[in-house]
DNA sequence: CAGCATCCTGCGTGATACTG
DNA sequence: CAGTATCACGCAGGATGCTG
C-alpha cells in the first residue's frame, strides 16, 4: 500500500459530487467552444426531451457557481450597464473536457439505441 | 454546427443518468477485477470518510438493479442453499471501464489536492 | 447470505416573483 | 441582462427489522 490511496475519497466519488447536477457537464461541454453568456448557456440548456422549458435562474446560477468554485470555469463581469458576464473554462475545465469527449462518445455509442440487445450472452 | 443539433437527450444525460448515485461507478470499478459476491461488494464499498459505515442493503440492492438494468453488469445467481450471488461485468460494462478509468485519472490530478490553487492566471 | 419492507429526512430541481 | 428570494415537492439514500 505505497501509493494506494488510503481511503481518501475515491476519485469518483469526488468527480461525482463535482458534477453533481444535470447540468454541469452539458454547460462545460457547451463552454468548450469558448466563453459564453449566462443567457446563451441559459438557452442552449433545454429541458426536457422535447426542448422547450428553459433552466431556471436558479439552477444555472448555482450550477455555475458550483463549477467556478470547482475550478472548472471561471466568471467574467464586464462593467455594469446592460450586465454581461461571460463564463469560460480554466485551465483545469479544458482540461476536463477530453474525459467530457469520452463520456460523450461512450455514451453515443452505447446509450444511443441498441442499448440492451447484445447483454445476454455475456 | 452541421451535425450538433440532434438535442436528443444529450448523451451526458443518459450518462449521469446512468451512473446517478452515489456507488455505481465504484461498483464498476470494483468489478473491473472480475466477478464479485453481494458480500464482497458491499465490503468495499464503505461510506463516510472513515470508511467505517456500510452501504445499506437497500440502497446497495437498488444500484446493482440499476445497473443490471442499464446493461453494464450482470447477475449470476449460484443455485439456492447459502445464497450466492456474483455480479459482473457485461461486456458493456467492460467497454465502460476506460472511461472510469478516464475520470479516475483526471480526478486523481485535478482532486486530489491542488484543486484550486492554479486557478486565477486562466 | 442476499436480499426485501417500511419509515424518515435532506437536498436537488422547478415554479414564481422581484431587483440592480 | 443576470441574477436573488421564497415556496414546494419528489426522490435518493440512510436506519431498522425481517425472510427464504
Known amino acids: 500500500?505505497?501509493?494506494?490511496?488510503?481511503?481518501?475519497?475515491?476519485?469518483?466519488?469526488?468527480?461525482?459530487?463535482?458534477?453533481?447536477?444535470?447540468y454541469k457537464?452539458?454547460?462545460?461541454?457547451?463552454?468548450?467552444d469558448g466563453p459564453r453568456r449566462y443567457g446563451e448557456?441559459?438557452?442552449g440548456l433545454l429541458r426536457g426531451a422535447s426542448g422547450s422549458a428553459?433552466?431556471?435562474?436558479?439552477?444555472?446560477?448555482?450550477?455555475?457557481?458550483?463549477?467556478?468554485?470547482?475550478?472548472?470555469?471561471?466568471?467574467?463581469?464586464?462593467?455594469e450597464v446592460p450586465p454581461k458576464v461571460e463564463y469560460r473554462l480554466t485551465r483545469k475545465g479544458k482540461s476536463f473536457v477530453p474525459v467530457v469527449a469520452a463520456i460523450r462518445e461512450w455514451g453515443e455509442r452505447n446509450l444511443g439505441e441498441a442499448?440492451?440487445?447484445?447483454?445476454?450472452?455475456?
Open 54 to 79: 428553459e433552466i431556471t435562474p436558479r439552477v444555472l446560477s448555482r450550477e455555475l457557481k458550483a463549477l467556478t468554485m470547482s475550478g472548472l470555469i471561471d466568471r467574467k463581469d464586464f462593467g
Open 41 to 43: 448557456i441559459r438557452s
Open 115 to 122: 442499448t440492451a440487445l447484445a447483454d445476454a450472452a455475456e
Open 25 to 32: 457537464l452539458r454547460i462545460v461541454w457547451d463552454l468548450k
Open 1 to 22: 500500500m505505497a501509493k494506494t490511496s488510503p481511503a481518501r475519497t475515491c476519485p469518483v466519488a469526488a468527480f461525482q459530487k463535482m458534477i453533481s447536477g444535470k
